[in-house]
């Protein structure tokens, strides 16, 4: 049964509980609950650091609106484009089982011109956690379009720690005043995006903590809270690539999740959130209130004199709050140029094994330490060069280029040529190329991929359609005996991991930075090894978050086909399944409005609608 994939190969125990879960929920499936939205995408101009621009709100709002739905719920989420270009939203983090026709990225899913509607229609199958959506198209995220995404425990299963009295979404990022179609052009032309204008709290600038460096009357983030009470703030970077150090004043952050995996708490002064990556925290109000404080979230891995503005700065107000925030922000780690105290966070973070996820079964059910690797797959990034007169960057020396036929409409309409599978599974000595170029991978394998970082940024890398379990991360090369410090038992499960690079590196980078060149890395990078077990057909992609590396070309696709027709095959593309590329002739013109809405209006009982809160950017429920 797809649902427990995670099970078919741990214990005989485990087993057992497998087939009495999968019973029961196979009885409950049909009674699974719909939860459905209306997006509308559109400009609205907005002005967070002071400089008046559109941006891309969803419903006029931004960020985003908050999906709120629960595991197992079904979800239909209408998109209407009022753009000025193609559309395509992603859902990062959630598992589409068997569905990647719903997964919003150019290599399977055709984009939704402008006026068009369509809509999303998928089940969030045997997950939990916090996670965030967004444009996936020609660096639209770094306009806007973002918003959260969370799936609450259902009610029988416990969550590992109190309920806490409240729940603050915090969406940070890097911001430029351009928008997404000048940083294209910027791009374009061969250059760099350059150090951002500053980093964004929910669409907001920085609160004004120095008269010098932040201009007045910029709106800023105040999140208002209870003395002694303990809420959960879930913290995402939608930034476009600057990896972000996230902390409150006076107050420690209790680390619980990570995409979807409850960790083992413990608390930290700061933690570092990289683009693409989410985190919840608990916090307690247990300060006396003598004054509000700073939220921070400041770039990491720079020279702090010289990206001072590069920082986001909110509120938090005690309801008995005696004054304002005054003085300076709370510090930054120090150790910017100490690469090795900077990977001990994320080496610290651990899956509580014990704690239930989306199963009642503990997390820790499943040992993927006893499970034998069928491939390994080496990934490595350079930084971006010139390809074919074009800036590219580029994973094992390919620079991706999406197809113009989706890859599995075109398998299943006999398109040949859409794409090949000869992604090669390590760096290969020969000269850089653009090519779409895709992994075969093995269904139901176990693989271990390698992230060699060899660029001169620190990178963030996603799976489509899974998590992974974080093994091992260091400096340098990546050797068969880095092995030997593999975490097998209690690794994070993500969906998106940071892959650092060596801040020797950095240095290097940092001075390309200031003379508007890159030189090109001597020194080792870092890498990062993931594991996955393969149990979801489809075509997946597996990408660098980071914009500006993703535009460029740092990405491929996994493709994992199950021979056998056991009902674990793909699901079959949605009635409303858009046509392009050499198929754009099967497209009908559907009056702008296509057929999934009718099928659900023909239901009715079935469903029950969500009616959206005004403001979701900040969600209070006590
Ligand atoms: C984006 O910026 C460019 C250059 O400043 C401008 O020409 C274009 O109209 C802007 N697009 C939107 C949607 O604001
Ligand atoms: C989200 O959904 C849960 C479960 O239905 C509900 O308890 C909670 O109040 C909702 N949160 C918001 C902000 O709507
Ligand atoms: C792990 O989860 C269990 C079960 O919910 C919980 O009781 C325990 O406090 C958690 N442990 C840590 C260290 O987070
Ligand atoms: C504000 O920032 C400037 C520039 O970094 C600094 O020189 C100044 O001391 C700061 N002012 C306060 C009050 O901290
Ligand atoms: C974390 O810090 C809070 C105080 O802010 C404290 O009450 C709690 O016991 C700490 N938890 C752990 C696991 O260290
Ligand atoms: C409140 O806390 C601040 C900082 O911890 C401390 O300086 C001050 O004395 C405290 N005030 C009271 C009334 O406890
Ligand atoms: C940061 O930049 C400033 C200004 O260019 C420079 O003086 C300082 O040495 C740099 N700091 C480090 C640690 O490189
Ligand atoms: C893993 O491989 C080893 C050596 O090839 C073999 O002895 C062992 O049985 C395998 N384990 C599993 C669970 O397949
Ligand atoms: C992909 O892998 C499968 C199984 O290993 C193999 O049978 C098939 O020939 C491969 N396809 C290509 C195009 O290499
Ligand atoms: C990074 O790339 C350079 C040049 O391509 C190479 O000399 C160096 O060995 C690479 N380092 C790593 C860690 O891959």
């Known amino acids: 049964m797809a649902l427990f994939h995670c099970f078919s190969v741990s214990s005989s125990t485990s087993l057992f509980l497998l087939i009495h879960i999968a019973l ?24 967070p650091l002071g400089v008046p621009q559109k941006v891309i709100a969803v419903n006029g709002q931004f960020p985003g609106p908050l999906v709120n739905a629960t595991t197992n719920n079904n979800v239909v989420i209408n998109v209407r484009n009022d753009l000025d270009e193609n559309l395509l939203m992603t859902w990062p983090g959630i598992q589409m089982r068997r569905n990647s026709w719903q997964d919003g990225v150019l290599g399977t899913n055709c984009p939704i ?33 973002f918003g959260p ?20 979404v915090l969406l940070i ?32 600038g920085p609160y004004r903590y120095n008269t010098t460096l932040v201009p007045d009357g910029l709106p800023y983030e105040t999140i208002k809270v209870d003395p ?23 107050h420690n952050l209790l680390l619980v999740e990570t995409e979807g995996h409850y960790t083992v708490q413990q608390n930290f002064s700061s933690f570092d959130i990289h683009v693409g990556q989410s985190c919840s925290f608990l916090v307690t109000m247990d300060q006396n209130a003598t004054s509000d404080y700073y939220i921070v979230a400041s770039a990491r891995f720079v020279n702090e004199s010289l990206w001072q503005k590069v920082t986001g700065v909110g509120i938090l107000q005690y309801s008995n709050s005696k004054g304002s925030a005054t003085g300076p922000l709370p510090e930054a780690p120090s150790d910017i140029y100490n690469q090795w105290s900077a990977m001990n966070q994320p080496k610290a973070i651990r899956q509580n094994t ?30 971006p060069s010139t390809i074919d007169g074009k800036l590219r960057a580029t994973l094992n020396g390919i620079s991706f280029v999406n197809p113009d036929t989706p890859m599995r409409l075109a398998d299943l309409n006999q398109v040949k040529g859409s794409y090949k599978l000869d992604f090669p599974s390590e760096p290969l000595n020969r000269p850089l190329r653009r090519d779409t170029s895709v992994i075969n991978a093995t269904y139901k394998g176990f693989i271990e991929v390698i992230l060699q970082n060899n660029d001169t940024k620190m990178q963030s890398f996603h799976m489509n359609g899974y998590s992974f379990f974080v093994v091992g991360m260091d400096w340098g090369i990546w050797s068969e005996n880095s092995r ?23 240095l290097h980078s940092f001075l390309g930075y200031l003379l508007s060149a890159y030189s090109s890395a001597v020194y080792p990078g870092g890498w990062t090894a993931v594991l996955a077990s393969l149990d979801n057909v489809g075509i997946w992609n597996l990408r660098v978050e980071n914009l500006d590396r993703w535009y460029l070309g740092q990405e491929t696709y996994m493709k994992i086909t199950n021979p056998e027709e056991n009902g674990e095959t793909e699901m079959a593309p949605p009635d409303n399944v858009l046509f392009c590329g050499a198929l754009a002739s099967k497209q009908k013109d559907l009056g702008h409005k296509d057929s999934a809405g009718s099928i659900l209006q023909g239901n009715p009982n079935l469903f029950f609608t969500v009616l959206m809160a005004v403001c979701a950017a900040v969600l209070v429920f006590s």
């Open 24 to 47: 029961l929920s196979t009885l409950s499936l049909a009674a699974d609950p719909t939860v459905s939205y209306d997006f509308k995408l559109s400009y609205i101009t907005v002005s």
């Open 113 to 145: 011109p402008p006026n068009w509607d369509w809509t999303y229609s998928f089940q969030l199958k045997d997950q939990i956690g916090s996670f965030f959506y967004y444009p996936s198209l020609n660096l639209q995220r770094a306009s806007g379009g």
């Open 149 to 168: 995404f969370v799936i609450n425990n259902r009610a029988i299963i416990q969550i590992p720690f109190a309920q806490p009295d409240g729940d603050f």
């Open 173 to 204: 990022g890097d911001w430029y005043t351009r928008n997404h179609s000048a940083l294209r052009a910027d791009l374009d032309s061969g250059k760099d995006l350059g150090m951002p204008d500053g980093v964004l709290i929910n669409g907001k």
């Open 228 to 250: 002694g009470k303990t809420y959960r703030f879930r913290v995402h970077n939608v930034g476009t690539s600057t990896s972000l150090n996230f902390r409150i004043q006076g």
């Open 354 to 383: 014990t704690a239930s996820g989306a199963r009642p079964n503990p997390q820790g059910s499943f040992h993927y330490g006893s499970i034998n690797v069928t491939d390994t797959y080496i990934l490595r990034s350079l930084p």
């Open 484 to 506: 030997g410090s593999y975490n097998k038992w209690d690794s994070i499960s993500r969906c998106t991991i940071e892959d650092y690079f060596s801040s020797r590196d950095f």
